[in-house]
């Protein structure tokens, strides 16, 4: 029994025994691995390339090589201008200890055309640590502009002009505005080059058309393109007609007049041509006979020659700029007639009617035959054959009053210049309708009218207060008449009476005629004698 007892009792002390060596062993082997274990450090991080680049965002990122021993609180990248970027500058944050050691970052808020430098960069308690550094560039915009209001429009030219308030990241090589007469111009078409860089320009638009609808944007060129202002319009001036009058018609001889005009407004363009355009028909235009003159505004004259004898003609001025021609008031006129003796007589348009404004004073037919001169007053009183005679017989009165003729005369038809005619009873009639009598007194004999003859009277000649207004421009003077009975003068200054060609509508041993009187307002008509000696007046064919 005993021996069993050691043993157990000796079993049991091994055991312990076994126990404080294990223990020992644990504890040596846990000193030594204790004393192994290195301090925690800083992380390794390494930087990605960067890709995705815009002018405003990038990608990048990096790789955690080694949380240095510590957990990783921080990382991503950091960006900058400079070189050496921290997380001082622009960073991201990308998480803290991530599923995978690799992490993506986005760059934002990047301005055009710059040159950046980026890091990744891992922290943990012990601090921060940089991956390699990279460089990249965003790319360049086009320049930000904006477009001035128009200003100071004329005829062919504008002003404008723009501010270049952002480069786009590269330097401007030009600026300017463009314009089209259609939408969003272009530096393809017409613009100016204000030169380089930043800030306000003006721009001065030249060579337009008046009147013409244009439409205009600023402009900034660098390497990345052009970039343009808002689009704005305006219309050019517009050059209206000019204006121009038509001067009075001066220095009227037998085949020439003077007359002009005068050009009071260029319309806001240049005159091209001016002048005076006439016919014989009314309305004339530059399709018509015309005369050119020089110059531009203001006044200037216009000889007309080779005009027609004793013919009405109708005159205008005229001036033409690049919106078309204008025309001036229409005046009318009538050149001067003559006779085979080369007398020459004023002419005067009233109503429709082109009269003589003297009394004639030929000595021969219009076939160039004489007509027989006859001072002896019974001999004159007993013709039936044509005759004339100057008042008193003396030729001096012949130049102011004109001749006196016999019906006989006249009954030839042949009296008056070719193109002419002695007037008819109706002819008279026309022009005292014309002068405002009515059809009553018109076709009434004797006394007719109410001031018919103060207008046909001349201002001057009338004795005793009989002179006239001259209203009608027919000018008669009192250049009395011969009579058929005894072929004496009488009447110079009272009186004076001219043929019709027309025969007394009851004898026609007389022939008809109008009469006026110093002390009369009125006309008389009525028949005489035909070997009476009356003036005559012509009147156009």
């Given at each position: 029994?005993?021996?069993?007892?050691?043993n157990?009792?000796?079993m049991?002390?091994?055991?312990?025994?076994?126990?404080?060596l294990l223990?020992?062993?644990?504890?040596g082997l846990?000193?030594?691995?204790?004393?192994?274990?290195?301090?925690?450090?800083?992380?390794?991080v390494s930087?990605?390339?960067v890709t995705?680049i815009?002018a405003?965002?990038?990608?990048?990122?990096?790789?955690?090589?080694s949380?240095g021993?510590?957990e990783?609180?921080?990382?991503?990248?950091?960006?900058?201008e400079?070189?050496?970027?921290?997380i001082?500058?622009?960073?991201?944050?990308?998480?803290?200890?991530?599923g995978?050691?690799?992490?993506?970052?986005?760059?934002?808020g990047?301005?055009?055309?710059?040159?950046?430098?980026?890091?990744?960069?891992?922290?943990?308690?012990?601090?921060v640590?940089?991956?390699?550094?990279i460089?990249?560039q965003?790319p360049?915009?086009t320049?930000t502009?904006?477009?001035?209001?128009i200003?100071?429009?004329?005829?062919?030219s504008?002003?404008?002009?723009?501010?270049?308030t952002n480069?786009?990241?590269?330097p401007?090589?030009?600026?300017?505005v463009?314009?089209?007469?259609s939408?969003?111009?272009?530096?393809d078409g017409?613009c100016?080059?204000?030169?380089?860089?930043?800030?306000i320009?003006?721009?001065?638009?030249n060579?337009?058309?008046s009147?013409?609808?244009y439409y205009v944007?600023?402009y900034?060129?660098n390497?990345?393109?052009?970039?343009?202002?808002e689009?704005l319009?305006?219309?050019?001036?517009?050059v209206?007609?000019?204006?121009?009058?038509?001067?009075?018609?001066?220095s009227v001889?037998?085949?020439?007049?003077v007359?002009?005009?005068?050009?009071?407004y260029?319309?806001?363009?240049d005159?091209?041509?001016?002048?005076v355009c006439y016919n014989?028909?009314?309305?004339?235009?530059?399709?018509?006979s015309k005369?050119?003159?020089?110059?531009?505004t203001?006044?200037f004259?216009s000889?007309?020659?080779?005009?027609?004898?004793?013919?009405?003609?109708?005159?205008?001025?005229?001036?033409?700029?690049?919106s078309?021609?204008?025309?001036?008031?229409?005046r009318i006129?009538s050149t001067?007639?003559?006779?085979?003796?080369?007398?020459?007589?004023?002419?005067?348009?009233?109503?429709?009617?082109?009269?003589m404004q003297?009394d004639?004073?030929?000595?021969?037919?219009n076939d160039?035959t004489?007509i027989d001169?006859?001072?002896d007053?019974l001999?004159?009183?007993?013709?039936?054959?044509p005759?004339?005679?100057?008042y008193?017989n003396?030729p001096?009165y012949?130049?102011?009053y004109?001749?006196i003729?016999?019906?006989?005369?006249?009954?030839?038809?042949?009296?008056?210049?070719?193109?002419w005619?002695?007037p008819?009873d109706?002819?008279?009639?026309d022009?005292?309708?014309?002068?405002?009598?009515?059809?009553?007194?018109v076709?009434a004999?004797?006394?007719?009218?109410?001031?018919q003859g103060?207008?046909?009277?001349?201002?001057?000649?009338w004795?005793?207060?009989?002179?006239?207004?001259?209203?009608?421009?027919?000018t008669?003077l009192?250049g009395?008449?011969?009579?058929?009975?005894?072929g004496?003068?009488?009447g110079?200054?009272?009186?004076?009476?001219?043929?019709?060609s027309?025969?007394?509508?009851?004898?026609?041993t007389k022939?008809?005629?109008?009469?006026?009187?110093?002390?009369?307002?009125?006309?008389?008509?009525?028949?005489?004698?035909?070997?009476?000696?009356?003036?005559?007046?012509?009147?156009?064919d």
């Amino acid at each position: 029994m005993s021996f069993e007892y050691v043993n157990f009792h000796s079993m049991r002390n091994k055991f312990h025994f076994s126990i404080i060596l294990l223990t020992a062993i644990t504890a040596g082997l846990l000193f030594i691995v204790t004393s192994c274990k290195k301090d925690p450090v800083v992380p390794t991080v390494s930087t990605s390339q960067v890709t995705e680049i815009t002018a405003n965002t990038a990608k990048s990122g990096g790789t955690i090589v080694s949380d240095g021993g510590e957990e990783i609180t921080q990382m991503g990248i950091c960006w900058a201008e400079t070189a050496g970027p921290s997380i001082t500058d622009f960073i991201t944050s990308d998480g803290r200890n991530p599923g995978s050691a690799s992490f993506t970052s986005t760059i934002t808020g990047l301005q055009p055309g710059i040159t950046y430098y980026v890091r990744a960069y891992a922290k943990n308690s012990i601090g921060v640590s940089y991956g390699e550094e990279i460089s990249f560039q965003t790319p360049a915009l086009t320049p930000t502009v904006t477009t001035a209001a128009i200003s100071e429009i004329t005829l062919n030219s504008a002003r404008s002009g723009g501010n270049v308030t952002n480069t786009g990241g590269a330097p401007v090589t030009a600026k300017g505005v463009c314009w089209s007469t259609s939408a969003s111009p272009t530096t393809d078409g017409s613009c100016t080059n204000d030169g380089a860089g930043t800030g306000i320009f003006t721009s001065n638009i030249n060579e337009l058309t008046s009147g013409q609808k244009y439409y205009v944007r600023a402009y900034a060129t660098n390497s990345a393109g052009t970039g343009y202002g808002e689009e704005l319009s305006f219309t050019t001036d517009q050059v209206l007609l000019p204006t121009v009058t038509t001067s009075e018609i001066t220095s009227v001889g037998v085949t020439a007049a003077v007359t002009g005009g005068n050009v009071t407004y260029d319309g806001g363009g240049d005159i091209l041509e001016r002048g005076v355009c006439y016919n014989t028909s009314g309305d004339p235009d530059i399709s018509d006979s015309k005369k050119t003159e020089s110059g531009t505004t203001g006044t200037f004259v216009s000889s007309l020659t080779n005009l027609s004898a004793g013919t009405i003609y109708y005159v205008r001025a005229y001036a033409r700029n690049s919106s078309g021609i204008a025309y001036g008031n229409e005046r009318i006129f009538s050149t001067s007639a003559s006779d085979v003796d080369g007398n020459i007589y004023p002419t005067v348009i009233i109503g429709s009617q082109l009269w003589m404004q003297k009394d004639l004073k030929t000595t021969r037919f219009n076939d160039n035959t004489a007509i027989d001169n006859v001072t002896d007053n019974l001999t004159w009183a007993g013709l039936s054959t044509p005759a004339y005679s100057w008042y008193d017989n003396q030729p001096s009165y012949g130049s102011t009053y004109g001749i006196i003729y016999n019906w006989h005369a006249v009954g030839t038809g042949k009296l008056c210049p070719l193109g002419w005619h002695v007037p008819t009873d109706d002819d008279f009639k026309d022009l005292e309708r014309h002068l405002g009598m009515t059809e009553e007194q018109v076709n009434a004999t004797l006394w007719r009218g109410t001031d018919q003859g103060t207008q046909l009277k001349s201002t001057s000649t009338w004795i005793d207060n009989g002179n006239g207004t001259n209203a009608s421009g027919w000018t008669a003077l009192a250049g009395g008449y011969r009579y058929g009975v005894d072929g004496g003068f009488v009447g110079l200054g009272y009186n004076t009476y001219w043929w019709s060609s027309s025969e007394h509508w009851s004898d026609t041993t007389k022939g008809l005629y109008r009469r006026l009187r110093s002390e009369e307002t009125g006309v008389f008509r009525e028949g005489v004698s035909k070997a009476g000696g009356k003036m005559v007046r012509c009147i156009r064919d």
